[in-house]
């Protein structure tokens, strides 16, 4: 059972290191700087086909931004 339990505690160990290397390995921006950046793109890129998709693509972005900005600071 002891056994079991340190093989255990060694994966979980493992991907915690996994997952603090894929987090290192992030380049991270200002929020404000994702936000120029995103207005750019938006005014040197053809016109969408809808207010629509224009609308779902900048909250998709925005929440994406939001979740990245919560977990990783």
Do not use: D
Request: net charge positive; glycine share 2%; with cysteine.
């Amino acid at each position: 059972m002891s056994n079991n339990n340190a093989s255990n505690n060694l994966i979980i160990a493992q991907r915690a290191v996994k997952q603090l290397r894929l987090e290192a390995s992030i380049r991270r921006i200002k929020v404000s700087q994702a936000a120029a950046e995103l207005r750019n793109f938006y005014h040197q890129s053809p016109a969408p086909c809808s207010e629509k998709e224009t609308y779902e693509g900048f909250l998709r972005f925005y929440v994406f931004l939001w979740i990245h900005q919560l977990f990783l600071g």
